[in-house]
């Protein structure tokens, strides 16, 4: 049986780290938000679909850390209390082709980090969520580049 500590230890950079879904979670919200307001409906509309994707996975590994006996609080390293999650992991750029590029690269970095979490988790349910995610957010990026080659 593998070790629960090490799928914990896998799984929560994902959940609230810097780079986490709760991070992308929020940015795409942020962003969305701006763009509405400055009469970029369409492209809001789509951050937000993306944001709400994003929260979903959130929960999916928010699960999985309870199932391995962890409380999903909001920090680095559940179910530390410390580094407690802090809003200023989101990026405030405010130019769309800026946002665009900072959405390609945390893409990029989660893609990274559901690849890392995969090479060393072999619990096969997890091993299915991550997956399932890990194509969700290659679909992210995919989007967001099309997005970008439309400016």
């Known amino acids: 049986m593998e ?3 090490q799928i914990i230890r896998a799984l929560s950079p994902a959940y609230a ?7 992308a979670t929020l940015q795409y919200v942020y962003q969305s938000i701006l763009l509405d307001g400055c009469g970029k409906q369409e492209e809001a509309k789509k951050l937000l679909h993306i944001a709400v994707e ?3 996975h959130l929960e999916e590994i928010g699960a999985l850390l309870v199932r391995f006996g962890v409380p999903p609080v909001y920090t680095a390293c559940p179910p530390y209390p410390v580094g407690y999650y802090s809003a200023s992991n989101v990026d405030y750029v405010k130019p769309y082709p800026q946002m665009l590029a900072a959405d390609v690269r945390a893409e990029q970095e989660a ?4 690849t890392r979490i995969l090479d ?7 091993r299915t969520v991550i997956t399932k995610i890990r ?3 290659e679909r992210h990026l995919c989007w967001l580049r099309e997005m970008q080659s439309a400016l």
């Open 120 to 126: 060393c988790v072999r619990d096969e349910d997890v």
């Open 111 to 114: 893609i990274a980090c559901y």
């Open 17 to 23: 780290g810097r780079d986490g879904e709760l991070t």
């Open 3 to 5: 070790n629960h500590l």
């Open 135 to 137: 194509a969700d957010e």
């Open 54 to 56: 994003e929260m979903r």
